[in-house]
Structure formats: C-alpha cells, structure tokens
C-alpha cells in the first residue's frame, strides 16, 4: 500500500514538472515569435533613423528592411550604392548584394577588396569576400560577393564593419548587432 502512495506521489510531481514545462516552452514560443524579426514600416530594419547626417544620408528616400533578394538591407556611406547581406538555412555561406541607389537593381562593381571585420572578438580577424563567379562579368565585375566561412556566420549577428575598395575609392557600411536570423 506504501507503494502505491509513493507511485501516485511520484505522478503528481511528474505531472507538475510536465504542466511546468508545458507552461515554459508556451511562453519561450510566444517571446521568440514577438521578437522575431522586426520590420519597420521605413529604415534598414534596425530602428534607426539612416537619413539623418549622423548616418551619413542627408536625403531622405524609402529604404525597404528587406532587399530584392529576401535579405537584410544596410546603408553604404555612399548615394551611388545600397547593399543587401543573406545567409543561408542550409550552410555558412553569406552574400553582400550591391545594388543601385534605390536599392532595387544589382550594381555591377569590380572591388579590388571587400572586406568584413567583426566588432565583437579577437582583433584583427576579418574575413575577405569574393566576387560570386555565378554574378561576375567577363571583365570581374559583379554585384554579388561571399564567402563560406562558419566563423563569418556566427559574427554577423554580433555586428560587423564592412570595407569595399573600387579604384581609389573606399565605401564603408556596417551591419548592426541583431537577433541571428536565417534566409
């Protein structure tokens, strides 16, 4: 008879840790999904208002949060180009878009480097992209540039500073700390 005590004890505990759980895994599915991805109805997805001078815009124009090609837009301190970043479900390859001013066309450019530097970590890593072969002209130019790296991957969400070189000028942009995110 103890035994059976101990058994139905032993369910109720079992049951309140179930019903606990349950409860938990609910409301960690609710929060995920309200953070998710925010998409502003104006600015590059970030909160942040890239018109001002600060951001190095004294115009104002539409920036849509995602790109044309399903990922995330970001501002380049130039008027002439928009850039768009990806990442991949199914591996660690990320892609930079170049795209014309309104953020819509591909913009063929021929980067002589294209360089990423992570905020976070270990100074002095930096990743180099390169010209997607699939996107690239006979004469080099291409508005797709990437790189397989898993350590690239894992830093883009920490926030990065990024560098492309074309000729004697220099275009710098970054893209901002977020919740990791893959499409």
Do not use: R
């Amino acid at each position: 008879m103890y035994g059976l005590f101990k058994l139905v004890d032993l369910g109720a505990k079992m049951s309140i840790k179930s019903l606990s759980s349950f409860f938990l895994g609910a409301l960690a599915l609710v929060v995920f999904t309200a953070v998710g991805c925010e998409k502003p109805s104006e600015g590059y997805g970030d909160g942040q208002n890239h018109d001002s001078p600060a951001a190095g815009h004294e115009h104002v124009h539409d920036h849509p949060a995602h790109g044309p090609n399903g990922g995330h837009m970001f501002p380049l301190d130039t008027e002439e180009f928009q850039a768009e970043w990806k990442k991949y479900t199914d591996n660690n390859v990320i892609k930079i878009y170049v795209l014309d001013a309104a953020g819509k066309e591909p913009a063929l450019i021929k980067a002589d480097s294209f360089v990423i530097t992570p905020k976070v970590g270990e100074g002095g890593d930096s990743f180099e992209l390169k010209a997607d072969a699939d996107a690239a002209d006979e004469n080099g130019m291409s508005s797709v540039y990437m790189l397989d790296d898993a350590d690239l991957a894992m830093a883009i969400p920490l926030g990065v500073d990024i560098e492309i070189k074309v000729g004697e000028k220099t275009m710098k942009g970054e893209i901002k700390a977020h919740e990791p995110l893959d499409h």
